[in-house]
């Protein structure tokens, strides 16, 4: 409940500085997947939990791993490496399931992505941040929010309203092209 | 001081109502020859503390209107006044109407429905002692009013005409021409007349400029402002003409709708066909022939005198426009006439005396029509968020399981405080007492959202009592099992159905009464609704000693419509006959009609219940009646599963569903051409599903001879699965899966076990969807019809 209402206070001040200056800082939960660096809107960050095996859904595609019991509710995980189209790993205690919570036209859902570790967590701007450069057709860029350098390195921002919300949760296999491309 | 009295307003409407179906229900049991004295006490009862309580929170429209009545029912009740029929009906119209100004006073409304001041007036002259002028002035009213709403409906829908030539650099200016377009057609029908393009050559093409232009024809019941705001953004960056078409002078079509008198008695109301042609078509004028009607003493409110003659613009099929008929072809003569342009400017005028004549408001008749489909549902809307009575002995129950529990805990804490080994049979006595407690304070909680179902069927005998009158048939209603208990979700899910089946029963189950003389019958007809507990199941039957159906004629109909080959048809049972009804193409009135009549909207109902995990069976006899049995699940939150395991994971059958379980035998089971593999369960072939194989989970272990295999049953045909082992069986809280994810085939929802993992529950009829089996059973079927022929000819 206290999170909670911290996050609000959070929101509520960006807003307030919105409104004077252009320069609003978002805060960013960054992670690690295949040596990238991704980061996702730390507002929509419920909680962050170690892997546990989930029960598989029938006909599921491959990188829906199956919905956890998360304190009474049911909720569906994602692996994002397979959702990006990358190699699986293995599952180890240090895998890490961060649960965010996706705003749909029918409601708030729940949902896990499995990822390898949890980085760091950044103070970002919009005026940092470059949109993802426009790769044809072939290539879907629409779930990247956009792209930024912190220190020296890239950070793919993800807008997981998109990405976890289309209809059917997409295998990305070209994104990885994407970035190594824009890379 | 003060008291806001506004915080008792929802007990006293809530009063009110229960007063209400007192009075309905007392009413009913009236004998109008000769009245129970102590009956007509507790309707007098009701509308005196009704209108107490109206008087003391100041609806005073109410407090006046129960006061008539009350006046009327004290003399009745001091036997200055005799009763007959029509004054009964009177009253029962009265209850109706204090009912709708209850709801006027929930929604805060200022309203005051016509038919109040109505019957008000006809009370008065009662009293008056002049009852005969009494239904004079609302028959007047009648015809003029039947085409207010729809002149008023008439004026709203206009047609414009939008020329929208944006410039072409609006695109550059952030605006899409697309998304007004979108927007505009939000707004209601949106033909695009022109589109003009103006390209130049490939090699100059620049996307980011706009080469289009349009002119729109846009059909709405919005104003210009309306429109007007569409183009708000982009009225700098284009050029916007927005023009209203006056289509008086337009070439169009008549449709003469000439319903028959009896319109109203197949349950169709021609104003909302007309209502749909608003809708659909660009309609110029109608125009109302009255030509038909009778005499006002020969004035039957139940019958239809009027006919139209609506002008239709624009071209479209004839095909087109009789689907908006689809319901009443039978009960109506349609006709179409092409009228050139000028002939087009007369209807028109009239339609304008038209406008003129209609200013009355609302009669009653309007009114009833408008009141007959929805009123069930507005109902059930609000009893939505309305309470729910709790018995005080259910509560008492909960409290003292609650104590129970307490004590157990705290006999389990005393424990835990210096335990030693030598205490661990105590440990498991006072935790298997923890279990009890649990289980039976869950039983109660559950029990709170559970009511008779008497709240579902305490409109029948109103409902049975009106129609078997408007129909001329006499017809006894019975029901059993009133008190039998039903989760409150499940009810009010049950309640259009149940109307619908009940409508049915007495419209075309029950003959009348010459007719059932005839067949050697009772006059009276008879309808028995009963309700009781089988297992976890509730189940509902609706018996008619009417007419029955017709198998043949079912399946002459199903041929006819190409449901049916004839070689199945003569393989098929009774029941399986019988089933044709429930099938969507036997929905449409006009089918129904000619054959015994059952079948408007069975598919709905059908649909509806196996929405609630029921099941609906129809049982009949040619002559001697229909009996429909619904069984439905006591409660949709808690389910009786039986857990499977499949693959080191774990599944839950709804126990419900399972026939037997047994050993699976690879030698008993044969497979046929298709893929699919069936097994004789004693003289049946029963399909096999691998559970593993369709939910395609990985088989490590290859030991068939271990298996397991459940017979199941979907939807009447049975199906054998295939798991692994079967565990224990238990009570299980149903999960959403759709909540945070989207359906799963084959899957119902999810629970929660004991040790915390998620497991799935099994959807049987979505797993023999999902296996292809539909197609199969039929090949099955008649293996077994050949079997059972070869049995018979061997014996």
């Given at each position: 409940?206290?999170i909670?209402q ?16 252009s320069?609003?800082n978002d805060q960013?939960?960054?992670f ?17 939990r ?10 599921a595609p ?6 956890i019991n998360l304190?009474?509710t049911?909720?569906p995980?994602?692996d994002?490496?397979q ?6 790993i ?10 965010l919570k ?6 708030d859902?729940v949902?896990g992505?499995?990822v ?6 950044y103070?970002?701007s ?6 993802a ?5 072939a290539?879907?860029?629409?779930f990247i929010?956009?792209?930024v350098?912190v220190d ?11 990405l ?10 070209t994104l ?6 824009s890379? | 001081?003060s ?16 007063g209400?179906?007192?009075?309905e ?10 009245p ?12 005196h503390s009704?209108?107490?309580?109206a ?9 006046d ?10 003399q009745?009740?001091?036997n ?10 009177l009253?029962?119209?009265s ?13 805060d ?6 038919s ?7 009370f ?9 002028v009494?239904s ?8 003029q009013n039947?085409?207010k709403p729809?002149?008023?409906i008439?004026s709203r ?16 200016s952030?605006?899409d ?10 707004l209601?029908?949106l033909?695009?007349?022109?589109v003009?393009f103006?390209?130049?050559g490939l ?5 980011d400029?706009?080469?289009l ?18 183009f708000?953004?982009v009225?700098?960056?284009s ?10 002078s ?5 449709v003469?709708?000439k319903?028959h ?8 109301d021609?104003?909302?066909i ?14 109302v022939?009255?030509?038909?009607l009778?005499e006002?003493k020969s004035?039957n409110?139940?019958?239809c005198?009027l006919s139209?003659s ?6 479209f099929?004839q ?8 319901w009443?072809?039978?009960e109506?003569?349609?006709?179409f006439e ?14 304008a ?12 008749k309007?009114q ?8 069930s549902?507005?109902k ?7 309470s729910i ?15 129970e ?9 005393q ?8 205490k661990i ?9 923890l ?11 559950m029990?709170i959202?559970m ?18 009158q408007?129909?001329?048939k ?11 208990e039903?989760?409150k ?7 259009d159905?149940?109307?619908h ?7 075309h189950g ?10 050697g019958k009772?006059?009276?007809?008879h309808?028995i609704?009963?309700?009781?507990h089988?297992g976890?199941?509730v189940?509902i039957e609706i018996?008619?000693?009417?007419k029955?159906?017709?198998r043949?004629?079912l399946?002459a ?7 049916l ?7 098929l ?9 429930f099938h969507?193409?036997f ?5 129904v ?15 509806n ?14 002559g001697e009646?229909s ?11 808690i389910?009786d599963?039986?857990?499977v ?12 569903s399972?026939?037997e ?6 030698e008993?089971?044969?497979?046929i ?13 029963v399909p096999?599903?691998?559970l593993h ?5 990985s ?11 459940v017979?199941?049953e ?8 295939v798991v ?10 149903i999960?959403?899966?759709?909540e945070?994810?989207h359906?799963v085939?084959?899957?119902s929802?999810?629970?929660?076990l004991g040790d915390?993992?998620?497991?799935l529950i ?9 296996a ?16 059972k ?7």
């Open positions: 409940m206290q909670d911290n996050r609000i206070d959070v929101k509520v001040q960006q807003n307030g500085e919105h409104e004077d200056s320069d609003t960013y939960l960054t690690i997947m295949a040596d990238e660096e991704y980061g996702v809107d730390i507002l929509c960050v419920q909680e962050i170690g892997w546990e095996s989930a029960t598989p859904l029938p006909n491959a990188h829906i791993k199956g919905v304190r009474g049911i909720v995980i994602v994002l490496r959702c990006f189209g990358m190699e699986a293995d599952y180890t205690p240090v895998t890490v399931v961060i649960v996706v705003y749909s036209d029918d409601g859902r949902m992505i499995v390898d570790a949890v980085s760091d967590v103070s970002l919009e005026s940092d941040m470059r949109p450069p426009d790769l044809g057709d290539i879907n860029t629409e929010r956009g792209l350098n020296e390195k890239m950070v793919i921002l993800l807008d997981i309203n998109r976890l919300n289309l209809d059917d949760i997409p295998n990305l296999n990885k092209d994407a970035v190594a491309l890379a | 001081m008291v806001d009295l506004k915080q008792f307003h929802q007990v006293f409407i809530e009063e009110s109502f229960e209400l179906d007192a009075m229900n007392a009413l009913m049991e009236l004998n109008p020859e000769a129970d004295s102590e009956t007509i006490n507790t309707i007098f009862r009701s509308a009704i209108k107490g309580g008087g003391t929170f100041g609806f005073k429209r109410l407090a209107f129960t006061h008539i009545l009350e006046t009327l029912l004290d009745i009740r001091s200055s006044r005799g009763l007959d029929t029509n004054l009964v009906n009253f029962l119209q209850v109706d109407c204090m009912r709708e100004m209850l709801d006027l006073i929930q929604q409304s200022e309203e005051y429905p016509e109040a001041r109505e019957l008000k007036q006809k008065e002259e009662v009293l008056n002692g002049d009852s005969k009494a004079k002035p609302a028959q007047n009213n009648e015809q039947e085409d729809v002149c008023n008439l829908y206009k047609t414009w005409s939008i020329q929208f030539h944006p410039h072409s650099d609006i695109i550059r952030g605006n021409p697309l998304r007004i377009l979108r927007e505009l057609s939000r209601g029908k033909n695009c007349t022109q003009y103006d390209a130049p090699a100059e093409f620049d996307p400029t706009c080469y232009a349009w002119d729109l024809e846009l059909r709405t019941s919005a104003d210009l402002s309306e429109i007007e705001e569409v708000e953004w009225i700098d960056d050029s916007v003409e927005i023009k209203e078409i006056k289509s008086d337009v070439a169009h079509t008549r003469n709708f319903p008198q009896d319109i109203y008695l197949s349950g169709n021609p104003y909302r007309i209502e749909e042609l608003l809708i659909n078509f660009e309609v110029i004028a109608i125009d022939i009255t030509d038909q009778p006002l004035f409110s139940e019958h005198y139209w609506i002008d239709l613009a624009g071209s099929s095909d087109d426009v009789l689907k908006a008929f689809e009443v072809v039978d109506a003569e349609i006709g092409k009228i050139e342009a000028d002939e087009a400017k007369e209807p028109n005028q009239s339609d005396e038209n406008e003129t004549d209609s200013k009355p408001a609302n009669s009653n309007t009833a029509a408008s009141d007959k489909a929805p009123s549902g507005r059930s809307t609000s009893s939505d968020a309305s009575r709790v018995g005080i002995d259910k509560i008492d129950n909960l409290i003292n399981m609650v104590g529990l307490v004590i157990t805990q705290s006999m389990l804490g424990l835990s405080t210096d335990f030693e080994m030598s049979p105590k440990l498991m006595e006072g935790l298997s007492q279990e009890l407690n649990t289980r039976e304070l869950q039983e109660s909680v029990r959202r009511l008779p179902i008497s709240f579902a069927f305490s409109r029948f005998p109103r409902m049975v009592r009106d129609l078997g408007r129909l001329g006499k017809i006894h209603l019975e029901m059993r099992g009133e008190n039998t039903l989760d979700t499940v009810m009010e899910k049950i309640g159905p149940l109307v089946l009940v409508r049915n029963a007495v419209d029950i003959e009348l009464p010459e007719q059932r003389r005839a067949a009772d006059e009276e007809g309808i609704l009963n309700a009781y089988q976890g199941n189940n018996i008619d000693d009417g029955g159906l017709d043949n004629v399946i109909k199903a041929i006819d419509k190409g449901l080959s004839e070689q199945d048809a003569f393989a049972s009774d029941e399986q006959a019988f089933d044709l009804i969507a193409g929905s449409t009135a006009k089918e009609s000619d054959v015994s009549g059952r079948g408007v909207g069975m598919d709905v109902v059908k649909k219940i196996h929405a609630l995990n029921g099941n609906i069976e129809l049982h009949s006899k040619m009646g009996k429909i049995k619904i069984s439905l699940p006591l409660t949709l939150a389910l599963g039986q857990l395991s499949v693959c080191d994971q774990t599944y839950i059958f709804p126990i419900v399972i026939i379980s047994m050993q699976y035998k690879r008993a089971v044969n497979d051409a298709g893929g699919c593999s069936v097994f004789m369960l004693r003289d049946e072939y096999v599903i691998k194989d369709i939910f395609n989970i088989k490590e272990k290859n030991s068939e001879s271990q298996e397991l295999m017979v199941v979907s939807e009447g045909e049975k199906v054998g699965l692994d082992e079967l565990q224990a069986q238990q009570q299980v809280v999960k959403s899966l759709e945070n994810y359906r085939e084959g899957v929802g999810a629970t929660i915390g993992t998620v497991a099994l959807d049987i009829p979505g797993i023999v969807r999902l292809g089996i539909d197609k199969v059973n039929e090949q099955v079927r008649e293996l077994t019809f050949a079997h022929n070869q049995e018979k000819k061997s014996a």
